[in-house]
């Protein structure tokens, strides 16, 4: 069976990563980027410093040197008493590879140690001897706590950046929301609107219909009839209430009938736009 490749980390951001996935922060305190004291006098840094929080397990204080490269593992090796100053407060040091193939255990300096990838974790290819640290300074406790304060608040940043985004990508769904809800009423709201322009169309075409049912029986077009005519052929029809009631009506159509047409040529032209406004809505 093929053996699973190992992962390669090539930032000291990734690895740094990786020590905080072993160490966390229920047990240990880890922090980045520790100098030996604070101000001009610094002599040298640790790219992590770790504090065992369990008396149980000593409350050890362990060092960190990250290495991503084997040019920068090698340049650490020619110079490898410049970490001296901080390691001196330390029970353990460690060189933390970001893949398996950067350090050779054997070049290990006797009092370092070595972790390097192993799945989605870090694995002791050399563990760390047990080393005698002196008594911590104050200048070098002033220092974790600087940054110790400065991890803080950048988290807190972090923190609020992804509260941030989290929020807005939060009320991008919900105006989204928001917005198809509108839009799905305002189409209901238009559908309602066709829905009852089309019943009054109807009407009004019925309406029409009953004007062009007469003009049959009057054998011309309502706009020309004459009232005159209207009453000499009203005066041939014996019952006289009958025709009084048609001369009415006849007189009521003339004075609406051009309006009805009009209407109805708008509402026509109206629902149709209504319609295609409906369908171009809903196509989005």
């Not at 608040?153 to 198809?180: L, M």
Request: glycine content about 6%; hydrophobic content about 40%; some cysteine.
């Amino acid at each position: 069976m093929a053996k699973a490749k190992t992962k390669v980390y090539g930032s000291e951001g990734a690895v740094y990563r990786l020590l905080e996935a072993r160490y966390p922060v229920t047990e240990y305190a880890l922090f980045s980027q520790v100098a030996d004291q604070i101000g001009f006098d610094k002599k040298s840094w640790a790219d992590a410093i770790m504090f065992g929080l369990w008396p149980s397990r000593g409350n050890e204080i362990e060092g960190f040197e990250i290495k991503v490269s084997r040019s920068d593992w090698l340049s650490e090796l020619k110079k490898h008493e410049k970490s001296s100053p901080v390691q001196a407060y330390c029970h353990r040091w460690w060189i933390v590879a970001g893949s398996r193939d950067i350090v050779d255990p054997d070049e290990l300096p006797k009092t370092w140690g070595l972790l390097v990838p192993r799945g989605k974790g870090l694995e002791a290819k050399k563990k760390a001897p047990l080393l005698k640290p002196k008594k911590l300074s104050r200048k070098f406790v002033t220092a974790v706590m600087r940054r110790g304060a400065e991890s803080f608040e950048r988290s807190k940043k972090e923190i609020y950046a992804e509260q941030y985004k989290i929020a807005s990508e939060v009320a991008k769904k919900i105006a989204v929301n928001i917005a198809k809800e509108e839009i799905r009423i305002e189409q209901g709201n238009k559908r309602e609107e066709v829905s009852l322009l089309k019943m009054e169309l109807g009407r009004a075409n019925a309406k029409i219909r009953d004007y062009e049912s007469l003009e049959k029986v009057i054998g011309m077009p309502i706009r020309r009839f004459e009232l005159e005519r209207l009453l000499r052929h009203a005066a041939i029809i014996k019952a006289s209430d009958a025709a009084v009631n048609l001369v009415n009506l006849v007189s009521q159509i003339k004075s609406s009938v051009d309006l009805l047409d009009n209407a109805a040529d708008r509402a026509e032209a109206y629902v149709d736009g209504l319609e295609r406004e409906a369908a171009t809505d809903e196509s989005h």
